[in-house]
């Protein structure tokens, strides 16, 4: 009984959106009268474009970057001075333990 009042209600949208797809088509151009014209749409105003900064259209562009200021080292800079290689250590701070025997796996009962 469930599955039929399911296939009743699914049958019935079904066909309640046939209704109302073919009714939305209706109104549309296909439906003029042969010889009669489509309304046009309003025409868009269109404003004047601003001038356009890059290159016109099939130029290349030519732009060199300059340099404001010359580059020098950050005061701040904690690590190696620019262009010599880094001499440091590490350190231990703590002494080192025995790992376990068993790094993984399951325990043996």
């Known amino acids: 009984?469930?599955?039929?009042?399911?296939?009743?209600?699914?049958?019935?949208?079904?066909?309640?959106g046939v209704a109302f797809s073919a009714y939305a088509q209706t109104d549309n151009?296909?439906?003029l009268p042969p010889g009669?014209?489509?309304?046009?749409?309003p025409a868009a105003a269109i404003a004047p474009s601003q001038?356009?900064?890059?290159p016109k259209p099939g130029e290349l562009g030519a732009w060199q970057e300059k340099q404001s200021q010359t580059v020098r080292?950050?005061?701040?800079?904690?690590g190696p001075k620019p262009g010599e290689q880094g001499a440091w250590q590490e350190k231990q701070t703590a002494p080192v333990g025995k790992s376990p025997d068993s790094i993984g796996g399951p325990r043996p009962n």
């Open 29 to 31: 151009v296909a439906a």
């Open 36 to 41: 009669a014209q489509a309304p046009t749409p």
């Open 73 to 78: 080292p950050s005061e701040a800079y904690v």
């Open 1 to 16: 009984m469930r599955n039929v009042v399911k296939s009743t209600i699914l049958g019935i949208g079904l066909m309640t």
């Open 51 to 54: 001038g356009y900064i890059g």
